[in-house]
């Protein structure tokens, strides 16, 4: 019998009761917080613990589920949960079996991992213990049966006492734990000069050379002046023969 079936049994074994108010109990007991019930599953439950004559149901099919049916313990139910019950008081179970499987594995980690893992276990477990001893508070407030109180203190016994174990294993731990090595500072590689970046306060930086001024255009009065000036520093080719002046370019003087 799992957890949650033996849970709604318990339950129904107070006296009849609707499915409705049945999860109204789950939750103002705080069932969930150690058994997997939900809503539809509430209701897969009731139905397979009535298919096993455990439990019995009154009245009509209501139309958005079986919520308007009234379920009531069998005798049969009643034997069944009385030894399933004095199974679990009489048998001792294993308590956090993968909190000790990282215990076994405690080498992998750093120092620094080991810590704060830890320090975190140990706060969920200060406030798990805050809220359910909250919850005992509500409980003994609405007069609530010592047998389901008793379940809640149970816990906190439970939670008090991991936490004491952890708080001592923690100091045990911080004596032994080796000293976590300095980091080895790297020495700067050397990188080629073409793969360096240059950046414009770099005295190499092509930013920092002083580039030439550009000449302005001439204009076009400095542009014929220039090529008279050429044209009077040219000298004549050699090989070319001067010709003769024209003869309309002769002056008055060299007329015959």
Do not use: C
Request: charge should be negative.
């Amino acid at each position: 019998m799992t957890d949650a079936e033996l849970a709604i049994l318990s339950i129904v074994a107070e006296g009849p009761v609707y499915g409705y108010d049945i999860q109204t109990i789950i939750t103002q007991r705080g069932l969930r917080a150690w058994t997997n019930i939900g809503v539809s599953s509430m209701y897969y439950v009731l139905e397979k613990l009535e298919r096993q004559g455990l439990i019995e149901s009154q009245g009509a099919q209501h139309i958005e589920g079986p919520a308007r049916r009234r379920y009531r313990i069998t005798s049969a139910g009643f034997g069944v949960l009385q030894t399933a019950v004095a199974d679990l008081l009489s048998t001792p179970r294993e308590y956090a079996s993968s909190f000790e499987l990282g215990l076994a594995n405690l080498y992998v980690l750093r120092s620094p991992q080991i810590r704060s893992a830890f320090i975190t276990y140990r706060q969920e477990l200060v406030s798990r213990l805050a809220q359910i001893r909250e919850r005992i508070r509500q409980l003994r407030k609405e007069a609530t049966p010592f047998y389901v109180t008793a379940m809640f203190s149970h816990n906190v016994a439970m939670l008090e006492a991991e936490l004491n174990w952890v708080t001592s294993f923690i100091e045990e731990w911080e004596v032994q734990a080796p000293p976590e090595p300095e980091p080895v500072p790297e020495e700067p590689r050397e990188i080629p000069r073409v793969k360096q970046v240059i950046l414009p306060h770099d005295p190499d930086s092509p930013h920092r050379v002083r580039t030439r001024d550009m000449k302005r255009p001439p204009t076009e009065a400095q542009t014929d002046l220039t090529i008279s000036e050429s044209v009077r520093k040219t000298p004549p080719r050699p090989d070319v023969p001067s010709l003769p002046p024209d003869e309309s370019e002769r002056s008055e003087d060299d007329q015959p």
